[in-house]
């Protein structure tokens, strides 16, 4: 699924084509490879989103139609967050208010 947070730009996502490979040995790869990248390395900004999504032929108006579900899905996001805080909250209050049945039982 894409990625819900982008804000410039819609999201895009990994597929699943692949070319064929030889196999390798997994040990070797893992002695020669480059140290992992970080979380930021990862980013596409806006712009080369927008670029590579073109490219693909998609049209303006299905960008923008992306965008605004992102804004939804955004939206509904934050209200779930804030729901759950509310019950936390809520429950944090009780627990409080409320004696504890070992206590009560003492």
Known sequence: TDHPSPTA?????LGWDYDQEEPFDVDA??????????????????????????LTGTSNTDLMKACEEVKERQTQRRRSLRRQQRMELLASAIRCILPRRKDKQQ
């Open 9 to 13: 730009a819609p999201p895009i996502g």
């Open 29 to 54: 790869y893992e002695n020669s490879r480059a140290p992992p990248r970080s979380k930021r390395e990862f980013l596409v900004p806006s712009s080369r989103r927008w670029e590579m999504l073109r």
